[in-house]
């Protein structure tokens, strides 16, 4: 009986250690339904199918049909219905499960399969096959014909498992190489080779001094922001570059486990060319400490896994997210030599120290008090396990390289962890075991690249101003008579434009025109007339949208010169009439300025327009200032006139210099603009002031328009009313609604 106790007892405690193990990789969720309940259980508390609803899981040809919604998101996925499709699609973590009202034919992670039942639609409510969903979803799925109950049991990792999976399929997949000589980029970009794309991760200040030439400029701590991640390609192998390959090699981690194909180039800048001018910001490699090591193995003991949680379902938001938390904690990503050794000297206990050496290197020499997990075992469970959740962990390798890729990973999971700078070669790479990756041997001295974005935006908006077939405006009389010629674009508030907009017209938002998703929706066969409330931000739009290769002009005036009378349409108060302010007709002499330096990070033309465009977009300026304001206080902006030389010398705003619109973009003229100061640009009606103080702004000035320009200013006075001022709105029809 003794035996039979202690045999029960052994085998409870096991249950329960497993059970208080189980969390850190996995966390069961068990739900229990009933045919006829509009209740289910979740482990012991009930909760509605179909909250607020009362809906109830039904038997349709032998096969439970449910309202999915709250399964699902105990499951902690999602639900998403598009109407227009009556289709269902469901995600829980790398799982998707599409399903079509009416229809047995479903998609399954990108796979063709058929459910038994179709879903339908009962009593208003969207019911789904119960068993085929879980299912397919990684669920287990029971019957007890008795009760009529349906047990569902699902196993979902826990973030800290997702996160250390993705890192073990990365460490140990054949592509996987954690570094890349300069000797072996170097040639393969002088061979042609188009196989690598390169991603700079140094400052921007440092970039714009110099950097590897064809790389793309990405800072380090903004490396995890989702349009961050939507410039890099998955069909390339991406050669991160920071100045020592310490952070590229944090940032390499990261983008492998999202699924790119990435590396590092070995020793990061100051192994390409650590002489030219932001390349070497970075102190370089100083040379081995040759500080003592050891040969007897440091065993490790078991810890607490920790408790990562990111709030969020998708498998890449969750690496995103605990990526993103790291790069912003504020954690130093190495520690040098000299200061781990002092510490270490003065009996600092706050360190724990893991050498991810080969065990055959470790045991020939490692840093004294090390512990050992080779580094493409990091990320299994039992050997985080042997990982403090309360001390610094200074990981160790023999250069930094793989010793950050893993910290990176040990900050994602919740451990505070750190890099040995220079890894044993900067410890001491005279002993046996220490030195089997050759240390540092010194920079290449391989060409950099220092262009300057400028003179690329500059020569984009030169090219369609001087076109033959440029227009600026299209008046409203000529797009009411013939709309099927254009493509209308109303860059219009969503809210605005769901009130009333010019018929015909799709809804871009303002701030939203150069996000790549929103310019795949435009033509390039077709002239685009953009539309906003005055003619100011459709022409600040159509600048940038002519810069890119598209045919654009602007609406006159904008809705209202098209109807004012329409709410939505009038969310900007029209032109109220002239100032009737001075004018001059003396020419006012201009100086000559450095022009500004531009860096977008990019060797594409319409992605460093694009970048350029969105700085300004979502820096806070704003587009336009009124004629009061400029009045006021003229010494505060420098103004500039853009009307013809002919009109100018008839009249214009006093204190303005002259450059003619279509001769803004010449280097020449744009040299006369100072850096330091507010430009007002100003021309008749606000419209081509509007198209300049794009460019301006791109280029890095500070520029806005004069709002209704000179008509807005005197529009009595010669020259100043060479183009015909507002007339007062057409009342054409609008539309209202949402975007078609």
């Known amino acids: 009986m003794k035996k039979r106790y202690s045999a029960i007892f052994l085998a409870l405690t096991l249950v329960l250690c497993l059970t208080l193990a189980a969390p850190a990789f996995a966390e ?6 009933k045919i006829g309940d509009p209740k289910f259980t979740v482990g012991n508390a009930a909760q509605e199918v179909d909250p607020g609803r009362g809906t109830k899981p039904v038997i349709v040809k032998g096969r439970t049909l449910v309202p999915i919604r709250a399964i699902v998101e105990t499951m902690g996925g999602t639900v998403e ?3 227009a499709e009556q289709k269902v699609t469901v995600k829980v973590l790398d799982k998707t499960v ?15 399969k058929n459910t038994d039942v179709a879903p339908q639609i009962i009593n208003g409510r969207t019911m789904l096959p119960a068993r085929f969903v879980a299912e397919n979803l990684g669920a287990t799925v029971g019957w007890d014909p008795a009760t009529q109950s349906i047990p569902i049991t699902f196993d979902r990792p826990t973030d800290f498992a997702l996160i250390a999976k993705a890192a073990d399929k990365a460490l140990n997949a054949e592509t996987f190489a954690a570094t890349i000589n300069p000797e072996t980029l170097y040639d393969a970009i002088k061979k042609g080779d188009k196989s690598y794309f390169l991603l700079s991760i140094q400052s921007r200040e440092d970039y714009a001094k110099g950097h590897v030439p064809g790389a793309i400029n990405i800072p380090f701590k903004e490396i995890a922001k989702k349009e961050n991640l939507a410039k890099l390609p998955k069909d390339k192998k991406i050669v991160v570059i920071c100045y020592t390959g310490h952070t590229a090699s944090y940032t390499a981690m990261f ?80 520690i040098s030599p000299e200061a781990l050794y002092d510490a270490i000297k003065k009996g600092d206990k706050n360190y724990f120290l893991l050498s991810i050496q080969s065990a055959e290197d470790y045991a020939k020499g490692h840093v004294p008090g ?17 990982l403090p959740k309360d001390k610094k962990i200074v990981v160790i390798c023999y250069t930094g390289h793989t010793a950050s890729y893993t910290a990176m990973l040990l900050n994602q999971l919740g451990y505070d962890a750190t890099v040995l700078k220079y890894g044993t070669a900067g410890w001491n790479d005279k002993t046996a075991g220490l030195g089997t990756v050759k240390p540092y041997p010194g920079s290449k001295g391989y060409e950099v690249n220092t262009s300057n974005d400028f003179a690329v935006i500059a020569a984009a908006a030169d090219k369609f101003l001087n076109a033959a077939n440029f227009v600026a405006t299209v008046n409203p009389e000529d797009v009411k008579a013939n709309p099927n010629k254009y493509f209308l674009l109303s860059i219009q508030s969503a809210e605005d434009y769901a009130k009333g907009h010019v018929p015909g017209a799709i809804n871009i938002p303002f701030k939203q025109i150069a996000k790549k998703e929103n310019l795949a929706k435009l033509p390039k066969n077709k002239k685009i007339v953009v539309i906003c409330y005055t003619g100011h931000t459709a022409s600040y739009t159509a600048m940038f949208l002519n810069q890119l290769g598209y045919d654009a002009t602007v609406l006159k005036f904008g809705t209202m010169g098209w109807n004012d009378k329409t709410a939505g349409m009038g969310a900007v108060k029209p032109y109220a009439g002239s100032k009737g302010y001075e004018v001059e007709t003396k020419a006012v002499a201009a100086t000559v300025n450095e022009l500004p330096k531009v860096i977008t990070g ?19 300026k704003p587009a336009t200032i009124n004629p009061e304001d400029v009045k006021a206080d003229p010494s505060k902006y420098f103004l500039l006139s853009i009307q013809s030389p002919e009109d100018y010398a008839k009249g214009h705003v006093p204190g ?28 008749y009606t606000g419209h081509t002031a509007s198209y300049t103080a794009m460019l301006l702004n791109q280029l890095g000035y500070d520029a806005t328009v004069l709002k209704f320009g000179t008509m807005g200013w005197n529009d009595k006075t010669a020259g100043m009313g060479a183009v015909k001022p507002y007339a007062g709105s057409k009342g054409y029809e609008v539309k209202q609604g949402v975007n078609p």
């Open 28 to 33: 069961t969720k068990t739900m229990v339904l």
């Open 602 to 620: 990019y060797e594409a033309q319409e992605d460093i327009i694009i970048a350029a465009t969105n700085a300004f977009l979502n820096s806070g």
């Open 370 to 386: 090390a512990i050992n997990i080779p580094f493409k075992a990091i990320a299994k469970e039992e050997n985080l396990k042997k």
């Open 81 to 83: 219905w598009a109407a």
């Open 656 to 683: 303005a210099i002259n450059i003619g619109f279509k001769a803004i973009a010449k280097e020449e003229n744009l040299k006369k603009l100072p850096k330091d100061k507010k430009i007002v640009v100003i021309c």
């Open 255 to 334: 983008l492998n486990q999202l699924g790119y194909n990435a590396t590092v180039l070995k020793y990061g800048t100051e192994g390409w060319n650590d002489k030219t001018a932001g390349m070497g910001t970075v102190a370089l490699y100083p040379g081995s400490k040759g500080y003592e090591v050891e040969t007897t193995p440091v065993a490790a003991t078991t810890n607490e896994l920790p408790a990562t949680k990111t709030s969020t379902s998708s498998v890449d938001d969750i690496i995103i997210n605990a990526t993103d938390a790291f790069l912003n904690s504020g954690k130093a990503a190495t």
């Open 98 to 112: 599409e399903l079509w009202i009416g229809k047995t034919a479903t998609i399954v992670n990108g796979a063709s």
